[in-house]
């Protein structure tokens, strides 16, 4: 029997790219669909390597009904979907909020449509702690109240959640899990894939591995005078391997489960917070390299805490995160050296 096709749009980009060898590692075939707005071909390549193996690729864009039409009928019988083609920049969002809420939402809307047609009915959704807003309380739980998003982007992702929640609840086939991302960072151990940030990054970890490399010349650290023991702000930090290998277990859940249609969110983080200072210290301990820094004032929108109750993924998909912040800053800077 042949290995059951999951389409992973996005599938070129920093997260798709782990999930789809974590697909196949898991027998799965990843049918990949990407338009490269924000990755390259020798993502592609990495995957190649990886897996041993050649890849389905299908490019262009989700937010093109037809294309995505055609491409499940040419697949014929996909089992699931995973959807992580969006733009994804806080700061680009202000400045280009309609590109975002139509690139966003419309490819969401058009993959359901696709997804209904062809008779898939597992879709996990890329969703983003940032749904959370500023919570009240932590760690944030997937029952703590969501607050306005901090920004186009946000409003984006609390937007598709609820699409999504509203298609199952309308009867139709659905079955769904979006899983609220907290802090992604680290790379593939064998350094044949990672994050490539277009331009400056925005991400603080590729601006410490760009700065360690001698691309960028210092690290800004936006603000030291947060209500945090160091005064710097705290995050969960998630490598990317375990966030691969949650969604699978995603989707494995999803194919159990007997309701014809149901939406649920569910935290991907460790649960514990590191400030930006000790991210810097560990970084530059475990590489045995220097990081240029100065401190900064507050950037526009960063809350003081955030990090995650994760004992739902634990619970529903019996998933918890493995890799160590080390781990994962070691392999972010292999990475970088193999750029
Ligand atoms: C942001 C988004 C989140 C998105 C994530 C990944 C919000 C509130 N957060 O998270 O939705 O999923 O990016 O794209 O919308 N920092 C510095 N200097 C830098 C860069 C970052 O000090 O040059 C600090 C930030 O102040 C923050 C921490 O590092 O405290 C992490 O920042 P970043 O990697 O940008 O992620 P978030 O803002 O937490």
């Known amino acids: 029997m042949g290995r059951k096709k999951i389409v992973v749009t996005g599938g070129a980009g920093y997260i798709g790219s782990h999930v789809a060898i974590a697909l196949w590692q898991a027998g799965y075939e990843p049918i990949i669909i990407d338009n490269f707005s924000n990755s390259e071909h020798r993502i592609i390549d990495g995957i190649k390597s990886i897996t041993g193996q050649d890849v389905v690729l299908h490019e262009g864009d989700c937010a093109d009904q037809d294309f995505l039409i055609k491409v499940f009928e040419k697949e014929g019988v996909v089992v699931g979907a995973m959807h992580f083609a969006a733009f994804k920049a806080v700061g680009e969002s202000f400045d280009k909020p309609l590109e975002y809420y139509h690139n966003n939402i419309g490819s969401l809307i058009f993959l359901i449509k696709a997804m209904q047609e062809s008779q898939c009915r597992n879709l996990v959704f890329s969703s983003s ?36 929640e509203d298609a199952a609840k309308s009867g139709m086939p659905l079955k769904s899990i979006a899983l609220r991302y907290f802090n992604p960072i680290g790379a593939h151990p064998s350094a044949l894939i990672g994050e490539l940030p277009l331009g400056m990054p925005n991400n603080l970890v590729p601006v410490i591995t760009q700065t360690a490399a001698g691309i960028r010349e210092k690290l800004t650290v936006f603000g030291n005078d947060y209500d945090t023991p160091d005064k710097t702000c705290v995050r969960d930090y998630i490598d990317i391997m375990d966030l691969a290998e949650a969604h699978v277990d995603t989707l494995v859940y999803l194919e159990r489960i007997k309701e014809d249609n149901c939406f649920d969110a569910i935290n991907v983080g460790t649960g514990q917070g590191h400030s930006v200072a000790e991210v810097l210290e560990a970084f530059q301990r475990i590489n045995n390299v220097k990081v240029n820094f100065v401190i900064g004032k507050r950037r526009f929108g960063d809350i003081a805490k955030l990090y995650a109750n994760v004992k739902k993924a634990e ?3 019996g998933w918890k995160a493995k890799y160590t912040i080390e ?10 050296l193999a750029l």
């Open 315 to 317: 619970l529903v998909l």
């Open 129 to 164: 702690a940032t749904v959370y807003g500023e919570p009240d309380e932590l760690p944030v739980t997937e029952l703590s109240p969501q607050k306005l998003a901090l920004s186009p982007y946000g409003n984006t992702k609390q937007i598709c959640e609820k699409i999504i």
């Open 327 to 336: 781990e994962s800053l070691k392999n972010a800077w292999k990475w970088q």
